[in-house]
């Protein structure tokens, strides 16, 4: 409970307390209906998550990140590789806007015209210094609980990425790079960068 809400009667505190039990929630078709205001929302068991403009440097990892996956997936016809805003439809009132998200050619059925439809094989997520947390947990726990595979966290302040492969219902740490090791992975045969180059100005 708010602490300006403690200065009020019990009566009324008791009010703003039932309030928030009672708040409603929202499905993703109901959220579709919302104005389209530029703003990234994602929905969790219900509840939105509004986020702000990135910075420049979430920027820069995310355009060289996407531009060297895109280029090698394309041209060799291993899935689509798809940039934010686009809507992962994991249930009925759960849906998540991956920064960057891969889907195999074997899986493509999932892809629909205006959203996807289940667990993409790959997600990436770019830290930003105002929702760290919901990146290393509330998406994380998302990602895991609905069978995402890979789930990559780049942390552009810091320089380094965060491989994160799915055992079970729980991810586990496959890698922590930075420098001069190389990013790989098996869904993208033949595909490799420099985490450097990541970072580069």
């Not at 019990?10 to 929202?26: D, E, G, Y």
């Not at 060799?76 to 920064?99: I, M």
């Not at 998406?139 to 491989?163: C, F």
């Not at 790079?177 to 190389?182: H, W």
Request: charged fraction near 20%.
């Amino acid at each position: 409970m708010p602490r300006w809400s403690r200065q009020l009667p019990s009566c009324c505190r008791a009010i703003i307390w039932c309030m928030k039990l009672v708040q409603p929630t929202l499905t993703y078709p109901e959220l579709r209906l919302m104005p389209d205001d530029g703003k990234r929302y994602e929905l969790i068991d219900g509840e939105v998550f509004v986020s702000p403009s990135p910075s420049e440097k979430h920027q820069r990892a995310l355009g060289a990140l996407f531009a060297s996956i895109y280029a090698h997936a394309t041209a060799n016809r291993l899935g689509r590789v798809y940039v934010a805003r686009f809507d992962v439809v994991l249930g009925e009132k759960t849906a998540l806007q991956p920064d960057i998200l891969f889907v195999s050619a074997s899986r493509l059925g999932i892809i629909g015209p205006e959203y996807i439809i289940g667990p993409p094989d790959l997600v990436v997520e770019i830290l930003s210094p105002h929702r760290v947390s919901y990146d290393r947990v509330t998406k994380l726990e998302q990602y895991a609980l609905h069978g995402v595979g890979e789930y990559w966290l780049i942390d552009p302040m810091a320089e380094n990425v965060a491989l994160h492969l799915l055992r079970g219902e729980r991810y586990e740490l496959k890698a922590a790079l930075s420098g001069d090791p190389i990013l790989s992975t098996s869904l993208l045969p033949g595909w490799e960068i420099p985490v450097r180059s990541l970072f580069q100005e």
